[in-house]
């Protein structure tokens, strides 16, 4: 039985000197024999919890648990054996090694777990069949199609015959004609004894799938009330990272725009004075907040609208700004 | 991980095939230098010692016989050999001279008296008996019954030897004494040091005994800026050589650096990766160090001075070989080391 155990997990790192935080507490639970699709826009942390996955990257918090693994407690040649025995990565670009054989490219990864050669070949073998690429095995990559390099990857992945796969974007470099053979073959493998976590933007894999996570949260479409809301001096209205669907219009007092840099120091990006907005890229792009917003020197009142209500409820020049996407104000 | 390492050397063979010729070509000439090198070094000692002598008596302020240009009377010699420490006591004649062959070629003149050293090293006839006879070099292309005009004198060739060379690979012509005396002086039975076989326990006035150390020091000297030379070219062929193959071996690593995100990604040990690596440097360099053999034999066929090339060249050739296959893979392993396995996701 695989079962794979999220709690509270948290994956935070620097880009260009700034904290990222894509996975911010995050918990989820993934049962035997499942599909699971990692939905999300660019950015949104797929990749990054596929990483955690796959112990590659290790997280700020939290915990994952697979069977009764703990994984983010894994070092040195534990965590070679995770990677080996535990794991199978499929990459969106395939990254099969050019010089090698269809077949070669799944032999390399049983010999560098220690499989003889006799018996790591007929492995190969036998998993090329099964992705029905048996007539391809002597090809090198560079003379496969992106859908039979897709599934020698995949068969790459299965070598050792691990409880997890997980698939970084498998369909993204296929046309309508090899995805199909590719979404099969992913679905074929979610069985007992495994769990088959795939990310991806691709919605045709919707049906396929036994359990979807958006990790975008979805905009709100429709119009809510407008939140007001009133903030002390220096209190913040959200931090950088967060989710966010609402789009704030300044009442009284001023905001500051501050972005967090990974060496605890604070850039003061924009001071936003009434009747200045912020805050619509988030729910335009189903982004994270790129930065936090907090009350200036002194207490301020803000309003938050819904992106259709913004659009409706306030002048024409304001609304213009933020159809092209303006740079009026920085907009976490 | 072999299999990896020699599949990549078939897919990029043909940087690879260059690589090789390339650096085969630069071990054959350091391979060639070092034959050299050995040369000069062997032939101050190889003549010193075909003398025969414990000792070589000069007269006072001479550094050594075969640099002097001080003479004295043959006779002293006698009065030497009368010591009762002394077995033997040879005057000689060491001097220079045109060996007129074609082309004409500088030579270096031993004036002896037949019978009162060892016998050289001769490889075809025998040595020489009488005036008029002479032994020489076969670097001077002469066979026996072959006449040699040294000077004024024309001579019969009666032995040819492979290894009678000093002063950087000058032929040697072997001559009784007196014709010796007759090409270098004028008139006058003069020498310029004796050879002497025992330890003399008094000199005449005026001389002084130097040991074969002393003397091969003296020629030395003469070779050392040289052979220095020599050992700094070869160091820079050495360096070249690296940097050929290293700079193939971290081009290859820039390349495939994503696969070695993917192998560390799927839990390959970075000893395997790097030992991959390793192996790919050393088989390049090996390959090209037993190219270079081959390399070294052609180049030393049309080469003007002879290379000594013995087991012990090839020995280190094949050592420094290894050498710079290991460095060179580590400039390869640090790249695949620094490789983040997050590299492996993510779009190409």
Redesign the interface.
Known sequence: MTRVEIRDLTIEYSSGGYAVRPIDHLDLTFDDGQLVLLLGASGSGKTTLLSALASILRPTSGSIRIGTTEVTELRGQELAEYRRHTVGIVFQAFNLIPSLTARDNVVASLRSAGVKTRAARARAEELLEQVDLGDRMRHRPGDLSGGQQQRVAIARALALDPPLVVADEPTAHLDYIQVDGVLRLLRDLAQPGRVVVVSTHDERLLPLADQVVELTPRAVAGSRPPEQRTLAAGEVLFHQGDHGDLVYVVDEGCIDIVRECTDGREELLARIDQPGYFGELAPMFGLRRSATARAGATSATVTGYTLRDFREHHDADTTALLDDAGDANPAP | ?W??SR??L???RRRFVVAVLVTALVFGMALVFDGVKRSVRNEVPRTVEMFGADRWVVPDGVTGPFTTTAVFPADVAEGIADDPGVRRASPVVLSRSVARVDPDKDANLIGYVPGSIPPPPIEDGREVRGRGETVVDQSLGLSVGDDLDVGSRTFEVVGVGDQLRYNFGAPTVLLTLRDAQALTFDRGELAMAVAVDGTPSSLPDGFTALTNDDVISDLDRITKPGVQTIDLVSILLWIVAIGIIGSVVYLNALERT??F???K?????NR?IVGGLAIQSLFLSIIAAVLAVGVAWLVSLVLPFPAELSSASYAQMFAVAIAVGLVTSLIGARRALTTD??L?????
């Open positions: 991980m299999l990896i599949c990549d078939v897919f990029r994503r696969d995100a993917v192998l990604a799927t839990g390959a040990p395997a396995p997050a492996a996701f993510g779009a190409a």
